[in-house]
């Protein structure tokens, strides 16, 4: 059974992204699977690896949108208290869970120490999403989904949230890359916003030194509505301003 | 008369970094700039380009930290609504800036639409930051910095950040590298971060293939509880688990 999700939250745990130590790299990935999902990602929160303060952004983040994905703070050191900090919010006790301590064992063999174990312990009632493909569960309580943060694991647990999660139609995207500098389209992009209000129309200028274009990107659930205002910018610019390069 | 910060927050505003069309590029070198200073960001957000969520989260960070730094959205197209909203959250109006539309009328020349100059609207009473080396201000209203979005354009507003900002004492950092997993060293660091209390420790995996380190970070405003901190480590571990690479 899919789990209906129509917005979504991300809380990014850790001091090193708010001291620019590590750059974040899973933002990113994750927006991108929940666009693909049509699931409209609302907000996203980045705090410190404290108990407290995790609890309360998390409270605020659950209440508020469908789901909400954390990542980081899930290692064995002293630094990792998102477990602590997810089952606090929600008012549960954390417990051993048996099937990951058999995955841990068997990943770590002769290098395991007591406190690998600890990456077992999880939110009482906790769900192990599972992947058709085999490997790793993901973890969701309640309608929290608990996410490494070492990039290389993050990564792993996409494919899972692909098959187990169902968003709403999905959204549609058509992007134009047009050879001038956006305030010169701005009238015309207020007239597309007007005539067009099922389409979220974004603008983004790219500076590559002296080279100055613009991306319009044109989204929403309506695959022809999306069409039909693309058209409606194409059609009423000069065909000089278009290029046909692919979009980066 | 540099303005004393000693806490921080960023608001990212733009919904392609939420739909991740656009990889966000500014809050880690903001991040890096302020841990410099010994200013402690506490904070980052990502919300959408609607005027009233923007404006509720600024009231939100700019009550709780010394400084609240956004980027994103300060352009001349309909999705820019940064101005707005902050002017909005502030209680003020919004009053064209005479010495910005000099700037955009030298820059855009003959490209120069009317549309180019909502870039000159600011919240009333902002003040326009300057550097000591020339170029474009950048914007103070209130405890707010608006800060741009295009990436090229944010970096060349931290020059000014950290001519005009005065932190805390800086904080230090020292970096270690182990070659072994965080499970193995996480009782002993356990016992580090007992016996220097005005030392934050953090541990980061790195996993590249089947090579797995973990790098082990000493941050504090103290330099020699830092290195203390640092040595007490080196000197609990047998020099084959220290790697002298140099720290990513």
């Given at each position: ?11 990014i745990?850790?001091n ?57 703070g ?27 301590e058999?995955?841990?064992?068997a990943?770590f ?18 769900e ?17 989904y608990?996410l ?11 494919p899972?949230?692909r ?17 001038c500098d ?7 992009l ?11 129309i ?6 590559k030194g002296?080279?100055?274009s ?9 695959e022809?509505a ?7 910018l ?5 065909e ?9």
């Open positions: 059974m899919p789990i209906m999700v129509r917005t979504a939250a991300a809380l745990i850790g090193e992204i708010l001291s620019g130590k590590i750059q974040e790299q899973n933002v990113e990935l994750l927006a991108k699977e929940l666009f693909a999902l049509g699931i409209s990602m609302r907000k996203i929160v980045v705090c410190p690896d404290e108990v407290e303060v995790i609890a309360d952004e998390l409270n605020a983040l659950r209440c508020r949108y469908d789901a909400v994905f954390t990542s980081g899930v290692g064995p050191t002293h630094d990792d208290v998102t477990v602590e900090a997810v089952a606090f919010a929600l008012g549960r006790p954390v417990a051993r869970f048996e099937e990951i058999v995955l841990l064992k990943f063999g002769s290098r395991l120490r007591d406190r690998h174990l600890r990456m077992a312990d999880l939110p009482a009632g906790a192990l999403l599972r992947s058709g493909e085999g490997g790793w569960p993901a973890v969701r309580v309640d309608n929290v608990i490494p943060g070492l990039p290389e694991v993050f990564r792993r647990k996409l899972i949230l098959e187990v999660l169902q968003g709403g139609p999905a959204f549609v995207n058509r992007t134009l890359l047009l050879l956006e305030g010169e389209v701005a009238d015309l207020d007239r597309l916003v007007q005539a067009h209000p099922g389409v979220t974004g603008s983004y200028p790219l500076w002296s080279e100055i613009v991306r319009i990107t044109f989204d929403g659930r309506d022809e999306v069409e039909r205002a693309a058209e409606a194409k059609s009423a610019l000069p000089t301003l278009l290029s046909d390069r692919s979009i980066p």
